[in-house]
Every structure is written in C-alpha cells, then in structure tokens.
C-alpha cells in the first residue's frame, strides 16, 4: 500500500486547508484511514481517522473544526481544517490500517504535508 499525502500549505489563523491522500496498491485490505500530526520535539498524535464503513473520530484538539471523509471508490480519504489555530501548525501524515497478507504493525504512512498556520 502507497499513500500519497498533498494540500498542506501556508494559512492565517481562521482559515481553512483540505488535505488529501491518496491510496494505491493493495487497497482492497485497507481498513481504518488516520490522519495524524506532529510538530518537532512531540510525538506523533492522532487527528482524525475514519473505518472502513465510514464512521469517523476526533481528537478532542479538533472536533467542530475538522472533517475526515473518505471516498472509497477513488481510494482517497479527506480531511478539512476550518477555524485553523497557529498550535495547528505540524506536518500531517496520513496512515492506513490494512488486513491481510499486506498488515503491517501500525499501518502504512505517507510522506508528511505541512501545514502551518499563522498568527
């Protein structure tokens, strides 16, 4: 399994990003779909994920301002950041669950987008 992560970028505070990623390879095991975020010197923390039949959970950071969807027949999962705050501002990574003879131990990464958001 692949994920290509894309729609970080440069926002002030109050504005609004989408991120995006999208998923090849063995995507009939994909499972549960994360976006997670981490900033230099902390751990990388859960944002969003969603399960495979669409029910999605938040991080208590973001709920009310974020949005995850997933569009399972383009292989993609979403996730739109609204009333964005400076303490927003990490690289977001997306991260994919996967069954079968494709599991790995904490899933599949992306490449990490920034998002920085300022003041």
């Known amino acids: 399994v692949q994920l290509q992560a894309f729609g970080g970028g440069l926002v002030q505070a109050g504005g609004s990003l989408r991120l995006s990623c999208a998923a090849s390879g063995s995507i009939f095991t994909i499972n549960n779909m994360n976006w997670y975020r981490q900033t230099p010197g902390k751990s990388r923390e859960l944002v969003a994920g969603?399960?495979?039949?669409?029910?999605?959970n938040y991080a208590d950071s973001v709920k009310g301002r974020f949005t995850i969807s997933r569009h399972s027949a383009m292989n993609m999962v979403f996730l739109q950041m609204n009333s964005l705050k400076p303490e927003d501002t990490a690289v977001y990574y997306c991260?994919?669950?996967?069954?079968?003879?494709?599991?790995?131990?904490?899933?599949?990464w992306g490449q990490g987008t920034l998002v920085t958001v300022s003041s």
């Open positions: 969603i399960t495979r039949g669409g029910f999605p």
């Open positions: 991260n994919a669950g996967v069954s079968g003879a494709a599991y790995r131990p904490g899933g599949y």
